[in-house]
């Protein structure tokens, strides 16, 4: 087992954080969290670094990345740059993972090219009031008319809906209402009867959240993700995109909680009480210690999970151990980096209060660290 990168691999972690560098000024993060704005002026400089093409081949438009290369991506960007981050994720994993490992042929041949170009970005709707982790039990219903589809319903916590130029719907196409019955579509968010509300949250605002409505909203059986043989084929595809949508959330707060340490420990040695810096006090260097162990932990088990996804080899427990394991970490290493910084920690003016209030969304988005347990249960044969 062997979790040295390669050439390539190393050359595209250190593009990355010299494009951050070069590209995104210390205060944009900050900036674009209070203003709750995405950053649409980065966006054609992304594009140029093939990072929106960065999961699917070259013969698509892409980079032809593999699971650790997303997993460098998300690393990366979640510690440097929130912005990047963000237009990374809504088109290379909502919109080209999803179509890139369940799509026709010629959905992908059409669409992962304008993905890789920026055109498309995409998010993903599941989640309803009344179904979240029992994604069975969804309500939204498409209901066949002549050629096509009419969709109703309702979605909510719902990412990136004002930017996304396409949802990647999960609707109920079964009276019964089964594991048999879900159908995934790709829903233009212009059509006509969609609408979205915003919600308010504490966290990752760079990013909205949203309710979104489907009033009667007409969709082409050529909409159906896959094509028109995949109808009620859905739960099969959304069990593809779980494994690595756990391995990239795992890789995100690994990257959180590194950039967290890493101001921390800047901040500590320059600090001075009691004529001494604070990082010279036994105090500080245990939480400081704590720290780099929980990031480090989270990254081993990140990169393995990742490992095992690039070897298609069975990552179903080693995923969700990461994704625990790692936001939580992330949770308790950005709260002790403001224990470390104190009153300046709580100051808006730095980044470690924003660094915490995203912390929190770990352990509750993409799937609960409540529910990622169960499935380790299941793994474990206990249930």
């Known amino acids: 087992m062997d979790f040295a990168f390669t050439k390539e691999q190393e050359a595209f972690r250190e593009m990355l954080r010299d494009f951050i560098k070069r590209e995104c000024p210390p205060d944009l993060d900050r900036r674009l969290d209070d203003e709750g704005r995405y950053p649409f002026e980065l966006t054609e400089k992304v594009v140029d670094t093939g990072l929106l093409g960065l999961p699917f081949p070259e013969v698509y438009g892409g980079s032809g990345g593999g699971p650790m290369e997303f997993v460098i991506a998300a690393e990366e960007t979640a510690y440097g740059s929130a912005a990047v981050a963000a237009i990374f994720i809504l088109p290379a994993f909502f919109a080209g993972e999803m179509l890139y490992m369940n799509g026709s042929e010629e959905q992908k041949r059409t669409w992962l090219p304008k993905v890789a170009r920026g055109e498309v970005r995409g998010c993903f709707g599941l989640t309803e009031p009344n179904a979240g982790s029992d994604a069975v039990h969804i309500e939204t219903r498409a209901t066949q008319d002549g050629d096509g589809f009419v969709i109703n319903g309702q979605k909510t916590m719902i990412s990136g809906v004002d930017v996304a130029t396409h949802m990647m719907l999960a609707t109920n196409t079964s009276p019964g209402g089964d594991y048999s019955g879900m159908t995934l579509f790709m829903v233009p968010t212009s059509a006509a009867g969609f609408t979205h509300r915003r919600m308010g949250k504490i966290g990752s605002e760079i990013i909205g959240l949203f309710e979104v409505f489907f009033d009667n909203v007409h969709v082409s059986q050529e909409n159906i993700i896959g094509g028109p043989e995949m109808l009620n084929q859905g739960w099969l595809q959304l069990m593809k995109q779980l494994d690595m949508e756990r391995i990239m959330i795992a890789a995100q707060y690994t990257g959180l909680a590194a950039r967290a340490t890493d101001d921390a420990v800047e901040y ?40 095992l996804k690039a070897n298609d080899m069975p990552c179903n427990l080693a995923a969700s151990q990461a994704k625990i394991y790692a936001t939580e970490t992330a949770r308790t290493v950005c709260l002790n980096g403001m224990q470390v910084m104190g009153g300046y920690g709580y100051l808006r003016e730095f980044d470690m209060q924003r660094l915490v209030r995203d912390s929190l969304l770990g352990p509750i988005g993409g799937g609960t660290n409540q529910i990622q347990r169960l499935i380790i249960a299941r793994e474990l044969g206990l249930i």
């Open 268 to 307: 500590a040695k320059e600090r001075k009480q009691f004529g001494k810096t604070i990082g010279s006090y036994q105090m500080i260097q245990s939480l400081l210690a704590d720290m780099t162990v929980g990031t480090q932990t989270s990254r081993l088990m990140t990169y393995y999970a990742a490992w």
